[in-house]
Antibody, heavy 121, light 109 residues
Framework: EVQLVESGGGLVKPGGSLRLSCAASGFTFSSYSMNWVRQAPGKGLEWVSSISSSSSYIYYADSVKGRFTISRDNAKNSLYLQMNSLRAEDTAVYYC??????????????WGQGTMVTVSS | EIVLAQSPGTLSLSPGERATLSCSASQSLDSRYLAWYQQKPGQAPRLVIYSAFNRATGIPDRFSGSGSGTDFTLTISRLEPEDFAVYYCQRWGGSPRYSFGQGTKLEIK
């Protein structure tokens, strides 16, 4: 079964750090670009960051640039998001999502269940 | 920067009716790069349509996508109870990358 499972969310104080992980299974992880997408409580979806299959290309939304770092370990079938200098507005459910471009499917075709990050004092 | 605007914000319909959801881009968009997602409360988004009109795996044929240029539409021909959810359009690629529309809530009337 193709699956993405996020972990690492929790409660953190403003200015703090957190590292999210996403474990992939059921597909050749190293072939796919991956993404983080977040959703603040009661709000819509916001793309956060993406990383190409070999980590050659990395992109960030302006709202997190300079504070968040995306990375991956293809040997471990894992995606990461290092979040530093966290702010209250970073409070959201964070989803990892597979980019289907390798199959000429220009969309996020597989999503994890999400992990909640709460930034509050 | 291409911005996606969805309308209406909320659509109230009854099971069996036809739903038409719109997504308007601020600039012309390659239709290969327009997708639609469904999200139910407490769940992750689910891909419904990619490249403007292609149904994703497991999506019933009552869902269809159309459009080109700046105007795209998701149509659900006969609503089933499980179709009531929030729907998002998404632009794949470009700058900013992978932006989403603000969503349309499809609710039971």
């Amino acid at each position: 079964e193709v699956q993405l499972v996020e972990s690492g969310g929790g409660l953190v104080k403003p200015g703090g750090s957190l590292r999210l992980s996403c474990a992939a299974s059921g597909f050749t992880f190293s072939s796919y670009s991956m993404n983080w997408v977040r959703q603040a409580p009661g709000k819509g979806l916001e793309w956060v960051s993406s990383i190409s299959s070999s980590s050659s290309y990395i992109y960030y939304a302006d709202s997190v640039k300079g504070r968040f770092t995306i990375s991956r370990d293809n040997a471990k079938n894992s995606l990461y998001l290092q979040m530093n200098s966290l702010r209250a507005e970073d409070t959201a459910v964070y989803y990892c999502a597979r980019d289907g471009r390798w199959e000429l499917l220009y969309a996020f075709d597989i999503w994890g269940q999400g992990t909640m990050v709460t930034v509050s004092s | 920067e291409i911005v996606l605007a969805q309308s209406p914000g909320t659509l109230s319909l009854s099971p069996g009716e036809r739903a038409t959801l719109s997504c308007s881009a601020s600039q012309s968009l390659d239709s290969r790069y327009l997708a639609w997602y469904q999200q139910k409360p407490g769940q992750a988004p689910r891909l419904v349509i990619y490249s403007a009109f292609n149904r994703a795996t497991g999506i019933p044929d009552r869902f269809s996508g159309s459009g080109s240029g700046t105007d795209f539409t998701l149509t659900i021909s006969r609503l089933e109870p499980e179709d009531f959810a929030v729907y998002y359009c998404q632009r794949w690629g470009g700058s900013p990358r992978y932006s989403f529309g603000q969503g349309t809530k499809l609710e039971i009337k």
